[in-house]
């Protein structure tokens, strides 16, 4: 009889601290999605200052390796100043001929996707399928055209409200960056100090973070530009008009997974439609799915040795996740802020095994000396 009871005893305490456990993790989830809200409506509120910032962590980043290599020969302040200078120099140049390039071949461009969306049209008409005449179509891709052509300026618009808010958050970005690349040392073990863990686990952490961010760009932007040349020089051969317009294009939109790749593939592919018909659009076809599925995800993998791989569906949902949330700074970065989550996790599961010397970048950290 007490030997019943105290089976009936266990049975309702491991009841009870089940229902403790989950009312406890539904209060966690509470409390994670109130945290969230209330992160993005304060990003919401100040994103003209929050994405500058974001941007120049991440090019901070990416580009503090330079500021290392000429820390040995000048003091590092200039160094710093000098590649800040650089950026600033690359990135309003490419700024400049993209805008340029795109913008000031508007009008070839449009009437040669009206080209290709007619002949798509006419192909549709003979097998009886009714998209409500070629007019339509091509109003429609005109509009689209619009859309795309002022793409950047409705993204602009969104973060920056005016043209102060824009050249207050631009300032603050490049004033930003340059500390951070002056003084990366003290701020990497600043965070390290405070990620709730050793100092020199949370040096670590900092570490790994970094370097998968620094591969994860390097890979993808070494792919880019293989799979840009491909597409244009197999634009060239074909003769289709606007061939470095389409490289241009592909490169740029590498760095938004599979939502870059579908739109670049879509341009490349009516542009040949359009100039040289069906044969042209089939062969440029073959050569984008080539290009970006198999030739890109060789060369990413290659460069970053298989550490950084993730699964499809992973980078697919991260990268919905992310343009849903933050735009399209969030698409951007999403796929690489998850694998350096992964890349900690690795370092977090090897510590908790007992392997606290365990470096998941080595022996290759870019920036270790």
């Known amino acids: ?83 800040l200078m650089v950026l600033v120099g690359v990135a309003a140049a490419a700024v400049t001929v993209s805008i340029a390039g795109v913008v000031g071949q ?21 097998l009886q399928l009714d998209v409500g005449g070629s007019g339509d179509v091509a109003d429609g891709l005109a509009e689209l055209w619009d859309f795309a052509a002022s793409g950047l300026v409705g993204l602009v618009g969104t973060v920056f409200s005016t043209a102060t808010a824009f050249l207050a958050g631009t300032f603050v970005g490049v004033f930003m960056l340059y500390f951070i690349l002056a003084d990366w040392d003290r701020l ?11 100092s020199e686990v949370g040096r670590g952490i900092v570490d790994d973070a970094t370097w998968s961010m620094r591969q994860y760009f390097a890979a ?49 592919v009516l542009i040949a439609l359009g100039s040289g018909g069906f044969e042209d659009a089939l062969i440029m076809l073959v050569v984008v799915l080539v290009a970006q599925n198999v030739v890109q995800t060789i060369v990413q993998t290659k460069m970053s040795e298989g550490r950084l791989s993730l699964h499809p569906i992973v980078i697919f949902g991260s990268t919905i996740a992310g343009g849903a949330t933050l735009g399209l700074l969030g698409a951007a970065l999403s796929t690489p802020v998850v694998a350096m989550c992964v890349t900690v996790q690795r370092r977090l599961a090897k510590l908790e095994a007992g392997d606290e010397s365990s470096r998941v970048g080595d022996p290759a950290l870019p920036g270790d000396t």
Do not use: C
């Open 188 to 198: 990497a073990n600043w965070v390290g100090d405070h990620l709730g863990v050793a």
């Open 220 to 268: 993808l932007t070494v792919a880019s530009v293989f799979v840009a040349v491909m597409v244009g020089v197999a634009a060239a051969i074909l003769d289709v008009p606007l061939a470095f317009t389409i490289a241009m294009v592909t490169m740029l939109t590498a760095y938004i997974p599979y939502l870059g790749a579908l739109f670049s593939g879509a341009f490349a």
């Open 106 to 126: 508007a009008d070839e461009i449009g009437a040669q996707l009206e080209a290709g969306i007619d002949q798509v049209t006419i192909w549709l008409d003979d």
């Open 1 to 83: 009889m007490d030997s019943a009871a105290e089976r009936q005893r266990q049975r309702v305490e491991r009841r009870d601290l089940k229902l403790r456990t989950w009312g406890l993790r539904s209060w966690w989830f509470v409390g994670i999605a109130a945290a969230a809200t209330v992160v993005f409506g304060a990003i919401g509120a100040v994103s003209g200052l929050v994405v500058p910032l974001v941007v120049a962590v991440v090019v901070g980043m990416l580009f503090v390796p330079g500021v290392d290599r000429l820390d040995r020969v000048m003091p590092r302040p200039l160094a710093a100043a000098i590649v």
